[in-house]
């Protein structure tokens, strides 16, 4: 394994795009072009007044999330929290989350441990914030 490794995120498949979301986001996903072993980055870019159609939680992995453009607002668990520019969003493995994006649309920066290559530690529930 290399020393270091470097890519540009605008340079990786927007993944939300291949999945039928395009026209709510764009979701590019560094952990494995970098080769990282014990962290995971992505890039979630929201578009303005949408929201992600599902929520997530994970089994073992607590992710940090910091808003890096734009404001919107997350819901995690039975909170609703308002989000700007610069705010860092903590969350634990096992609490339900979700984001919208305000006006001026949301690029948030996710970061976690991958859980040893295991995606099946991530579970997603559609329409899930509707339910909160």
């Not at 290399?2 to 990786?12: E, G, P």
């Not at 997530?56 to 308002?82: F, K, L, P, T």
């Not at 969003?89 to 006006?103: S, T, Y």
Request: aromatic residues 8%; negative net charge.
């Amino acid at each position: 394994m290399a020393v270091h490794t470097k890519v540009n995120l605008m340079d990786l498949e927007d993944q939300a795009a291949s999945f039928g979301f395009g026209e709510l986001l764009e979701a590019r996903f560094a952990r494995e072009p970098l080769e990282c072993v014990q962290t995971g980055l992505s890039l979630q870019r929201i578009k303005p007044g949408r929201r992600v159609p599902f929520g997530h939680r994970h089994q073992r992995q607590e992710e940090v999330y910091v808003v890096v453009r734009g404001s919107g607002r997350a819901a995690v668990g039975e909170d609703v929290i308002e989000l700007r520019q610069w705010d860092v969003l903590r969350v634990v493995p096992e609490a339900w989350r979700g984001f919208e994006a305000g006006d001026d649309g949301l690029d948030v920066l996710a970061f976690g441990a991958p859980a040893d290559g295991d995606r099946s530690e991530a579970e997603t529930r559609p329409g899930w914030w509707a339910g909160t």
